[in-house]
């Protein structure tokens, strides 16, 4: 694995974080959430590489995570409010 994707830098994800909808435990328990740093490593990469949502590695979650906080933080705005960072730059 190419170590540019492997990790988003500490400034960016500083900025990026206070965007991201708040999740809580489940009440039901279950299995340990990915962080949500790793999983936007995981679609970062699939961005920049334009592999498909099956061919992310699994260092960065699994394929259904990723996609699923994909579509979460979409629909929150999350990548809007990236962009509009970047313009301000």
Request: some cysteine; glycine content about 8%; hydrophobic content about 40%.
């Amino acid at each position: 694995m190419q170590s540019n994707f492997a990790e988003i830098p500490d400034e960016l994800w500083d900025r990026v974080q206070v965007w991201l909808p708040k999740r809580g435990r489940s009440a039901k328990g279950g299995r340990p959430r990915v962080t949500d740093r790793r999983a936007m490593c995981g679609i970062l990469y699939r961005l920049r590489t334009g592999c498909q949502w099956d061919a992310i590695p699994s260092e960065f979650g699994s394929r259904s995570t990723c996609y699923r906080r994909f579509v979460e933080w979409t629909a929150a705005g999350v990548f809007k409010m990236m962009y509009i960072e970047m313009l301000l730059l």
